[in-house]
Every structure is written in C-alpha cells, then in structure tokens.
C-alpha cells in the first residue's frame, strides 16, 4: 500500500499560478507511475497529467498542455505538478494517484480506476 499527501491548493486569481505536491510514503517501490486527476462539484474525476516513475515521460490532458508541468522527485518520493495561467475553469479537487502497473495506452492512463492508490485531494480554486 502506498500513502499520498498533497498539498499546495489554495485560492489564486485567474492568470496566477500553482504548485501541487504528492508526497508517497510506504510501499513506493511497487509504482512505476503517478497521475494527477481533477473532479470539479457536479462532474466526473478527469484526468491531467501523468509521469512515469523511472523513466520522468510525460503526458498532458488537452486543457493542461502547455499550462501545467508534472515531474518527479524520485529520491523524495515527490511528486508535483506546476500550474501556470490558471482559468476559473480549472477549479476543482485535485488528487494525486500511483499505479503498480502502467501503460501509454490512452484508455489506460487517462482512466481512474487504472490507479491503485489515491491522496485525500487538494482544492484548488481560481477566480475571475
């Protein structure tokens, strides 16, 4: 079992920026990938971006490339995610999530239930 802890949510105004931290603790040998989702009141948990665990590859929802940076810190068994130009749109929960197994397939990665251990979720909110 793996244990996750973010933080750095907050309230920022439109244009601003975050930085989300995942903090895994136990049995962090046995994930090879960690993704970062977002559920918004009223919607289903959607996916944002994920990194591998060894290898640092990447991989973007539309509505995060170019805004958003995930990356590791392997030694610290952290993981982050950097939110630039922030949109009302993007307010939400944010959780964190590892798998054991992984794959680049779309259908794999972008799916929740294809992680096996989750965080309590941070909230994130941006004003207009």
């Known amino acids: 079992q793996v244990q996750l802890v973010e933080s750095g949510g907050g309230l920022v105004q439109a244009g601003g920026s975050l930085r989300l931290s995942c903090a895994a603790a136990g049995r962090t040998f046995s994930s090879v990938a960690m993704g970062w989702f977002r559920q918004a009141p009223g919607k289903e948990r959607e996916f944002v971006a994920a990194?591998?665990?060894?290898?640092?590859?990447?991989r973007y929802a539309d509505s995060a490339k170019g805004r958003f940076t995930i990356s590791r810190a392997r030694v610290a068994n952290t993981g982050l995610l950097q939110m630039n130009s922030l949109k009302p749109e993007d307010t939400a929960v944010y959780y964190c999530a590892t798998g054991g197994t992984f794959s680049w397939d779309n259908d794999y990665y972008t799916t929740p239930s294809h992680y096996d251990s989750w965080g309590q979720g941070t909230q994130v909110t941006v004003s207009s």
């Open positions: 990194i591998t665990w060894n290898e640092g590859s990447t």
